[in-house]
């Protein structure tokens, strides 16, 4: 066709001889300044006309055509129709690329407008200007080719690539590689095709026929075993749309849960669905995979695909509706479906079917038929092929979208519904069982399992169970919430533990011994003490707390109620005293008495540390000599000089006689000046003190557990919710092995091992009942909020 019109230009001497065949430079078409001998450098495509220097510059002096809009020529270029740009152009909107340059109409033509517009009358003598650069011959070929020799050149190209393996693993590390794979503009609206079926009925081949003219861009094989294992695409650019390719069902597979489950995630990124089948009678299985796909559709994936379109800011919502599903089906021994009842359409007798076993195809925007009877191969593909075009061109409920929205769809669904599917959970009614989807964690207690969907830990949304759970001593999983705060609207969760957040730790420690443990509201404070009063103390379920039995569910730090640290704080605080005593060789009785008093004196009393002589008759104490303190001025005295005692009410020792000093036994009629402030901030600690006195007088007892071996110390001390030491070997963190070198220390948050590197940090932890900064491992000193 190129080489008749060729000729025919030759013929009737339209060309000028030095142009024949021939592959000048492009000239200048103005010939304003240069006659027309010069080089053309621009293109002016307001004058439509390519321009050499001079006349560029010459004729764009001129006040009504500075403004045009000119280019600089690249090497090969060739200009654009004149009769294609314009709106009385034969296609408005879509510009051509010249063939030939009528000379006396001064404009570019392509070569259907030059037949449109210069084969007949006086405009077929007109002198043209062949454009003979590379590729024109071969452009010229391809506008004389046939609709359907174009199409089946834009797929030469094409192949397929793995997209999904077997284990739900994507291939593609990111969208650029995904586009870059699809061998598509990153801009190109697009579409995607998906086909399901079971083994063996041809899935690949008729992809290949109904989209790629034959060829084998998907692979295809005559042998037993499946051909196509995991999730294959390739890009259509006749259709604009990305056709994935998946494996069949009923095959001898591993995996067979992920692999089924990967199934719907392809079906749920698509926009049209084929369902091929090459039974003479459509199966149940069809229908059963259809009705639960559209099932799992609803229940599962539509909340999960809404979230991605916000997570990702896209302006293409990935949920309106689930794909449209066409089945297509092949017969060779039988009719086709509503062949034997004419008046009844094929997808009215398919709805009834899906009605019949109780499945209902609600997710999916529509379902068509389109059968094809074989007696003789090779099938026929047109007639779907058809059907196709037609549902691709149907934008109501699923609208093209860019190829990088497909990527991040598949990227988000592929990251909540992952990981192993256990082998009990295999053989179901149903081909996408909930279990496929839903977390399977299991509560400890009752055995219930977690209703959200997988991977919800990513998020930081907690366990939830449909039904509620049962008591169970081994865990203990009764939690209680503060009354008050709950008839408020308000559930706040409340720890029994050993002292209040405003304690210090031997305050609380002390107040632990007298009033029993405590129960300490964020909001509304400290709400009960187990030993408040001598007799008649009510149990704080009656009062106080409410409580509630929640689930244990796997790798949860359990329930943080009644932790029993008390001992713990005191061998903290013995250890560090333990080790005090061994650096200076004291005797421990000692160094115990003054520490612990210390630690628990009234505010009026004179540390220990302070108290070098007697008051009174000013002798030095030595490192064992007992120190005393008079209840009534605080100072430090020797026994001798504090051996009487009387009653000190005034500093709230209440009527009973306490040691005092000499002066202050002698001026028992006079009243002391103390403040009610000064009463105020001693009362409390007056308690840790009568703890204290109670203390100091068993320590001579016991003060040989110190020379009891430390591990064994520990493990009688050690809270229920600490890893024994016995079990641990390594550091929980960094791994590395404990020796004696390297010593092991306990997170007051997790409760397990760490050396002191991975263990260094400083943290308050209130749901164990350390109120004040206490050891934390690097893990959980990271955790947002109160631990």
Known sequence: MVGDFLTSLNMSGQ????????????MCQESYTCSGTEEAVFECDECCSLQCVRCEEELHRQERLRNHERIRLKAGHVPYCDSCKGPNGHSPGVKQRAVVRCQACKINLCLECQKRTHSGGNKRRHPVTVYHVPDVQEFLEEEGMDEEAKRKKMTEKVVSFLLVDENEEIQVTNEEEFIRKLDCKPDQHLKVVSIFGN???????????T??????VFKTSPAQESCTVGV???????????????????????NLSQRTRLLLKVLAISDLVIYRTHADRLHNDLFKFLGDASEAYLKHFTKELKATTARCGLDVPLSTLGPAVIIFHETVHTQLLGSDHPSEVPEKLIQDRFRKLGRFPEAFSSIHYKGTRTYNPPTDFSGLRRALEQQLENNTTRSPRHP?????????????????????????????????????????????????SMNHGKEGVP??????????????????????????GNEVSVVPKTAASTDSPWMGLA??????????????????????????????????????????????????????????RLLDGMNFMAQSVSEFSLGPTKAVTSWLTDQIAPAYWRPNSQILSCNKCATSFKDNDTKHHCRACGEGFCDSCSSKTRPVPERGWGPAPVRVCDNCYEARNV????????????????????????????????????????????????????VPDHEILHCHNCRKEFSIKLSKHHCRACGQGFCDECSHDRRAVPSRGWDHPVRVCFNCNKKPGDL
């Open 15 to 26: 060309t000028s001889p030095a142009e024949k065949g021939l592959n000048p430079g492009l």
């Open 199 to 209: 083994t063996g009925d041809g899935k690949s081949h008729t992809l290949n026929h």
């Open 211 to 216: 989209f790629f003219y034959g060829r084998e």
């Open 232 to 254: 294959w695409a390739a890009y259509d650019p006749v259709h604009k749309v990305a056709v994935i390719d998946t494996e069949g069902l009923l095959g001898a597979t591993v």
């Open 404 to 452: 990088g929205v497909i990527f991040k769809a598949l990227k988000a669904l592929s990251d909540r519904f992952s990981g192993e599917i256990p082998d009990d959970q295999m053989a179901h009614s149903s081909f996408f069982p909930d279990e496929y989807f839903t977390c399977s964690s299991l509560c400890l207690s009752c055995g219930a399992g977690c209703k959200n």
């Open 463 to 488: 366990h939830e169970a449909k039904s509620r759970c049962r008591y169970s001593h081994q865990y203990d999983n009764r939690v209680y919430t503060c009354k008050a705060c709950y008839e408020r």
């Open 511 to 568: 107040k632990y011994a007298w009033s029993g443990y405590v129960i300490e509201c964020p909001n509304c404070g400290v709400v009960y003490r187990s030993r408040q009063y001598w007799f008649g103390n009510q149990d704080p379920v009656d009062t106080v707390v409410r409580t509630e039995i929640v689930h244990v569910w796997p790798g949860t730090d359990g329930f943080l109620k009644d932790n029993n640290n008390a001992a713990q």
């Open 671 to 722: 009243q002391l000046d103390v403040t009610e402030a000064q009463v105020d901030d001693e009362g409390g600690t007056l308690i840790a003190r009568k703890v204290g006195e109670a203390v100091q007088n068993t320590l001579g007892a016991v003060v040989t557990a110190i020379d009891i071996p430390l591990g064994l110390v520990k493990d009688a001390a050690r809270p229920a919710y600490w």
